[in-house]
């Protein structure tokens, strides 16, 4: 098992930034692959970014690139996922996910967070 909670979500006027937190438990932490989906209303659960177990790969969806980053800190169990320049669009539940197995699809990913909103006002 690896517990997954995320914080740092919240209401950010469009061109702001937020930076959000996803702390694992669990001595494993390190040897898997991290990543974050989104999902808004009445919409597909959306790949945003991944991250391998030592951080030197990272993958990043379309929408996102160039705006967000992706980051983890092994010895506090914490991976980051830090947005600027949000959009409207980018408004919806985001969640932590970890896996054995790095890639893009939510389907390799065996555990989730909670999920903690993003509103992103005009």
């Known amino acids: 098992q690896v517990p997954l909670v995320e914080s740092g979500g919240g209401l950010v006027q469009a061109g702001g930034s937020l930076r959000l937190s996803c702390e694992a438990s669990g001595r494993t932490f390190s040897r898997y692959a991290m990543g974050w989906f989104r999902q808004a209303p009445g919409a597909e659960r959306e790949f945003v970014a991944t991250?391998?177990?030592?951080?030197?790969?990272?993958y990043y969806g379309d929408s996102v690139k160039g705006r967000f980053t992706i980051s983890r800190d092994n010895a506090k169990n914490t991976v980051y996922l830090h947005m600027s320049k949000l959009k409207p669009e980018d408004t919806a539940v985001y969640y932590c996910t970890a896996g054995l197995v790095l890639g893009t699809t939510p389907g390799i990913y065996g555990y989730w967070g909670q999920g903690t909103q993003v509103t992103v006002s005009s």
């Open positions: 991250t391998s177990w030592t951080g030197d790969i990272t």
